[in-house]
């Protein structure tokens, strides 16, 4: 049975600015910069310990269309260390590191093919004799607003046909579907033995027959890529497909919840937040924390001045740390209740907000001006209904925690 195994990554980000963490203590603000190109290099790693029989990058190599000859240079030095080990790499540009033909970039190794601004296919033959028809096309412009699908047609009799794709899936607003938009079901049916997709930074697999997958982005820039990110390995047969990941991001964001009970003090705060940072000690990664403390709202913490004290407190052991990045509180009962406000004598203005909000033409008039903004919605990914939904919750729970607060101390 014939059989090919390939390393799929996408949205590798390099040389991202990484803004809002700037005013981090700089060995910390240096290993978050640092951080995606370290991925690189493991997982080109395991490319090359795994022998497999060639690499997939579905966009985004770059962060921007203006990569720093710095970025260049570490992309193209993992290039040839898989050229070294005679494995070919298939890569797309996406929306952000979009093709402009006036700029002069590095050479890159013989083994790197880059797609076109066309559709167009490459065959590819592997050592064991098993021929690969590989299709795709690289973002010329950072929107594509129109589908791409229709020009991904089947050709020649290869073995297997492998899709190379850097878009979303069709929403239910046109004015956000600039990214290549598609529908699952009409490219399930285009015939193709696996969709190598691009551009969705969380980790998903959309469909099983044919796979239509996103391996993620490499690491994670902010609280909402939390958990561990990395590239995957296909194992595609003539009977089935295998999906592999390889996690490889040097730090993590994750969120941590601490519990107090009724009526704690400030003591018991203190040994559970020392207790929970001291189960990270002797991990192998770096970590960005928001821990969570659910309490009762007669409770009060002075949340900014417990994390100056914890962020002081931070320490880089074997070039890993555990750095805490927020500290929120969630009153248990009151804010966690998406009922709390019915009993508030704002109650009806509050409910009334919240369910309208929850419409998406709504939720994005009224942050419309937060995308209009060049200087800011170039970092503002593509929210999905279940982000939009958390945000929503999060600013419910927040005014609520706000109101039992103001409203506590003036009693």
Known sequence: MKEIQFLHMADLHLDSPFIGLSTLPQPLFSAIQESTFQSLERITTVAIKEAVDFVLIAGDIYDSEDQSVRAQARFAKEMKRLEAANIPVFMIHGNHDFIEKHK??????SNVHVFSEQVEVMSYKTVTGVSVNIYGFSYNERHIRSSRVGEYKIQGDADFHIALLH????SSSEEHDVYAPFRVQEISKKGFDYWALGHIH???LLAESPSIYYPGNIQGRNRKESGEKGASIITLSEASTTIDFIGTSPIIWEEAVITLPENSEINAFYRETTKLLESYQGRSHSYFLHIIVKMENKQKIDTNDWLQMLQEEVEITDNTFVWVHKL????TNQSNSQTWY????????????????????AFYQAVEALYLESGVSRYLDDLSEIDRDRLLQDALMELGKTLAEVEGDDK
Do not use: C, M
């Open 104 to 109: 002069e970039k590095l050479a890159l190794p």
């Open 167 to 170: 878009g979303s899936e069709v």
């Open 202 to 204: 969380k980790r998903q």
């Open 328 to 331: 929120t509180t969630e009153i």
């Open 342 to 361: 019915e009993s508030h004598l704002a109650g009806e203005e509050i409910k009334h907000s919240f369910e309208t909000l929850q419409d998406e033409s």
